[in-house]
Nanobody
Framework: QVQLVESGGGLVQAGGSLRLSCAAS????????MGWFRQAPGKEREFVAE???????????TYATSVKGRFTISRDNAKNTVYLQMNSLKPEDTAVYYC??????????????WGQGTQVTVSS
């Protein structure tokens, strides 16, 4: 199992940027799929982005349609950290953002380890 701690959330104006970080400890980080999900009040947790190991030093990233072209997921295996760079933020991006590790995919059930979440608030 992997332990995860997110950071980098905050309050930003629409059009601004934030970078979220997720520090992992434990075994298996480099071969784990890492995902970002978010949950707004009264809504279900939704997929944001994933970066999966596909062999060797190669990784593949996928994004929710709502964030494609604005958000970028990346990872630094030497630091056991995954990042979510969020640009051109919109008020509808306001949510608690969660980092997850596991087998991957766009459903929460595909992940076995979760962070505690970090709040992102985008003002209009």
């Amino acid at each position: 199992q992997v332990q995860l701690v997110e950071s980098g959330g905050g309050l930003v104006q629409a059009g601004g940027s934030l970078r979220l970080s997720c520090a992992a400890s434990g075994r298996g980080f480099s071969t784990s799929a890492m995902g970002w999900f978010r949950q707004a009040p009264g809504k279900e947790r939704e997929f944001v982005a994933e970066i999966s190991w596909i062999g060797g030093s190669a990784y593949y990233a996928t994004y929710a349609t709502s964030v494609k072209g604005r958000f970028t997921i990346s990872r630094d295996n030497a630091k056991n950290t995954v990042y979510l760079q969020m640009n051109s933020l919109k008020p509808e991006d306001t949510a608690v953002y969660y980092c997850a590790a596991g087998g991957g995919g766009s459903y929460p059930q595909g992940y076995h380890s979760w962070g505690q979440g970090t709040q992102v608030t985008v003002s209009s």
